[in-house]
């Protein structure tokens, strides 16, 4: 039973889910039974560097490559240390990102579309040419060096690139729009007469700011943070640039294991276990607040 | 277009639209419940009720938008229960008016025209003949954007119009303007509905604009039709409660019937035990429960016992005072209250009652209607 | 209008600071004469000479250009047909899974979703012999398959937004579903795909994770030459060649924003 005639009906309707769908299940969906397979072989010498899943007309899976994964701390440290770091990174973005928000947000009318704009401008030059700019700023005879003995800050140059703290930097910088963003929609939509109405009501703004702004800003607050926590979790860029050797990010350790090593099952099972630890929760995450936001509207 | 119809009458005129036995559920609620109705040629008919009672939906079924699950939608004798909205001989005016906003006016009337492949001469011609008829000549190159509220809604209707549709469907037409133009858009519609003679179905939940415009409304509730007629046989004779409450304000004094004597009925009533006087047109017997309705204007109120059969004596414990008239609210009982409608005639007129006077109330017998509880 | 606080002004301004910062430290040093990327040498151009004379970039920049291009038109094809689906079909069935397919890819690590793409092609070469090694092909269709995601998302927003009785209207007034999209929903949501169509096409030319999982030899895209270029670290034609970049997208920003301004006016 059909509810409603659509704009589309028939055959129309069937290309118009079917093409996307089509090429989803293709390059999408089937990629991650392949992965799922490889995961489960052996790696040799060789092309393609992985032994078939089918030998000698009997199924040759094995779950070496998990219990390897468990065996390794290299790979459960990588794990939780990437999501740390984009925990951190995507806290920092968030106490970094309100006030350039609230500020955007509250700046007279015709101001806003550009300021709004040139917050996102950074986003639209290369992401990697982001990256490397820092590498010149914080290296030790960089920029931020020269200048902190120049302040006499410091009397000596600061190991700051290759450490933790640049790969955190690198984070924020990089994803800081993608907070500003649903934090700047969520606070522009704010009725101004309710601030109003609390001052009427007797709070202080700084009062009114705590319990009014603050609590209806929420949404913008945690979009912003899966925004920048998502995409910081399997970075790979950053600490590669950034970090020194040791920054075990996941991203970076999958990508050693692949191009370096050359391990492309191990590689393969740390892709299936990161996709059901981290992502599958997080999209999920995600699913949920779409959905609630949507309900909302 | 087939000219003024009206002096015929209208059950001898052509049913422009059947509905028979029309039914839309969405998943487990029904919008429309079975719902039989026919529409006259050249008629101004309403479907009137609260927001969620399924008018809307039975229009967008008129229109092909919805698909009924069971029953048949006939347009002038054609079966279309099926049809798609591009394939039938109906046009309808959007509530949000839906003008293509990336169109000039005239673009937007000729859009229904290009579909049907009408020559381009032809075309020019057709759109402004209707653009004259809305009064908007001169608008013609102007966007959606560039107009007033009021000029939009008359777009929309000229481009609802240049197809000369067998039926205009109009969802809420006037709800997006403020009250005095909506007022005034009332009698222009109804003017150009009777020069042109289309059918017209109105879907409103403004119980004044159906009974301004209408030549018969339909009241909807919860997908039924509760009663077809003309404004002035809903208003005077509503058939149950929910019209009687649903159309003007209804004064409801339930009771039984104590004897019947042809139409007129003496009915005992509930709040004060004492007798009133009503009629219906129900056969009804003696011990049957009944709710009699009077409108407020309907009712005189008097200092002193007139000594009518159907009295009720009060007190007034409120006074709305409204300008042409004023409504005082008389407590009969413990609870029970009845409202009068006083019109205030002379500006030197000092309110005739005011509040604690103790008052008498009657009526016509013939003003007083019987409902079956 | 209240005025804006001193604070948040402060914070706006710094804010601006944090992310131009770094960008303008690329632009000044790219005019230094110095081969030592931190000292200052004087004023030169030499770097863009020096840009133009290197072919290998040059031609790694010719190719991702060739592949965005390709990889953004084949994004907003399939991303506006899933936006339709998603948003005007309702309910139909494999709505769940085609939902969750659009919006997976905008929370897939890069890393994952580059070596998705690079075992698939390898088992598809191995069982059926394509696609024929890895290729500018490739890396299409593993950008396609990632920025569909982003389009949909973009599309979709705007096909909520727009009242749906217009396309209703068409319908009503006798147009056929096809002619009904194409001359009323399509020049409406037009916007929304040349946002996609730019969002896609800057994804594509600045991924380099999925690139370099599924390109094959001879394939190498402007982000990975720039990549290998900066890890043996720093080079002053980089700088040249995102100041060139810089450039390019704030012009394109400018002129953006002054027509949007225009078109409002009128």
Known sequence: MRARTSIASGLGRRLVVGTPFFWLVVFFLAPFAIVFGISLSRSRFGVPPYEPLWQNGALAARLDNYAFLLDDPLYLTALLNSLEIAALSAAICLVLGYPIALGVARAPKSWRAPLLLAVILPFWTSFLIRVYAWTGLLKKEGLINDALIWLGLAAEPIQMLQTDFAVHLGIVYSYLPFMVLPLYASLERQDMSLLEAASDLGARPWRAFLTITLPLSLPGALAGFLLVFIPAVGEFVIPELLGDAGTAMIGKVLWTEFFNNRDWPLAAALAITVLTLIVAPLAWLEHLRLKRSEASQ | ?373 | MKRLSPWLMLAVVLGYVFLYGPILSLVVYSFNASKLVTVWGGFSTKWYAALLENDKLLDAAFLSLRISVVSATGAVLLGTLSAIALVRFGRFRGRFLFSAMTTAPLVMPEVITGLSMLLLFVSLQHAIGWPDGRSPLTIAIAHITFATAYVSVVVQARLAQMDRSLEEAALDLGARPLRAFLTVTLPLIAPSLIAGWLLAFTLSLDDLVVASFVSGPGSSTLPMVVFSSVRLGLSPEVNALATILLATVAIAAIAAGVLANRNRKT
């Open chain 2, 1 to 373: 277009m087939t000219g003024p119809a009206a002096k015929q009458p209208l059950d001898d005129r052509p049913a422009a639209l059947i509905l028979e036995g029309v039914t839309r559920r969405f998943g487990a609620t029904v919008a429309v419940d079975a719902v039989d109705l026919t529409v006259r040629s050249g008629e101004l008919f309403s479907l009137l009720g609260a927001s969620g009672c399924g008018k809307t939906t039975l229009l967008r079924m008129i229109a092909g938008f919805e698909i009924p699950n069971s029953g048949r939608v006939l347009i002038d004798g054609q079966d279309v229960t099926h049809a798609p909205p591009y394939e039938r001989p109906v046009n309808m005016v959007f509530q949000s008016y839906a003008l293509f906003p990336h169109m000039t006016v005239a673009q937007n009337v000729a859009y229904g025209l290009k579909q049907t492949g009408m020559a381009r001469s032809e075309r020019d011609d057709r759109v402004q003949e209707v653009l004259a008829l809305v009064e908007l000549d001169s608008f013609g190159r102007r966007r959606p954007d560039q107009l007033s509220g009021g000029q939009r809604q008359r777009v929309a209707l000229a481009r609802a119009l240049a197809k000369r549709p067998k039926i205009l469907l109009l969802d809420e037409p006037l709800g997006a303007l403020d009250r005095k133009l909506r007022e005034r858009t009332q009698f222009e519609l109804v003017n150009l509905q009777e020069r042109i003679g289309t059918t017209f179905i109105l879907v409103t939940h403004d119980q004044e604009e159906a009974m301004t415009m209408s030549d018969r409304i339909a009241i909807m509730q919860g997908g039924h039709i509760l009663q077809i007629g003309p404004p002035r046989e809903v208003y005077e004779y509503p058939t149950s409660r929910t019209v009687a409450d649903f159309i003007g304000a209804a004064n409801l004094l339930e009771g039984t019937v104590a004897s019947v004597e042809g139409r007129s009925a003496e009915i005992r009533l509930q709040a004060t035990g004492g007798a009133a006087m009503a009629e219906s047109d129900i056969p009804l017997k003696t011990g049957d429960a009944v709710t009699v309705m009077v409108r407020p204007e309907k009712i005189q109120a008097h200092r002193a016992s007139t000594g009518a059969a159907n009295e009720l004596s009060g007190t007034v414990i409120d006074i709305a005072y409204l300008g042409d008239l004023s409504i005082y609210h008389v407590q009969i009982a413990d609870g029970v209250r009845v409202q009068v409608a006083i019109a205030n005639r002379r500006h030197a007129d000092e309110a005739p009652f005011t509040w604690d006077d103790a008052v008498f109330l009657s009526w016509h017998p013939g003003d007083g209607v019987i409902l079956i509880t």
